[in-house]
């Protein structure tokens, strides 16, 4: 099974770009326009701009609180699962990719955030005889549909527990 959120993160850039531009234009066409202090609709020009400007700071902040991450899992390779993942942000940190062999992996744990907004997956492999767990994996941008696939196929190689 393959989950591939590439485009979901396509939409969300594309939907996130064209909000940016409409309020720029927006805030542009109102301080060019004749006489910036007078009212429009009976709003006062200024106040427009402002609120536009604190619209697009909410939709930073939310989408920020969410910590979306690209993220690609896979187990049709021969012997392998594979977990790819980075944040969707202006500045892109670095992309990680993990590769765990089935027989290695020892099971996985979902932890939720800051009143559920933030969600993680936490993978833990067999290093000898000891365990290891990786670093948490946001799967917040995930459907509910996805993550349902995604955990019944974690399932079939490894346990739903915390293990460390």
Known sequence: MIIDTSKKVIKHNFYGFILTLAILIIIGILIVTKNYNERLFGIDKGLISIILIIIYILYLIYNLLHDYHYVYFSDEEDNKLIFRHFPIRIMIEKKNS??????????????????????????????GKKIGKYPPISISFLSKKEKEQLFTTLKKYGEFKKFI
């Open 98 to 127: 993990i590769e765990i062999k089935k027989e290695d992996f020892v099971g996985f744990y979902v932890e939720k955030k800051l009143i559920s907004f933030k969600e993680y997956l936490i993978i833990y492999q067999k290093l």
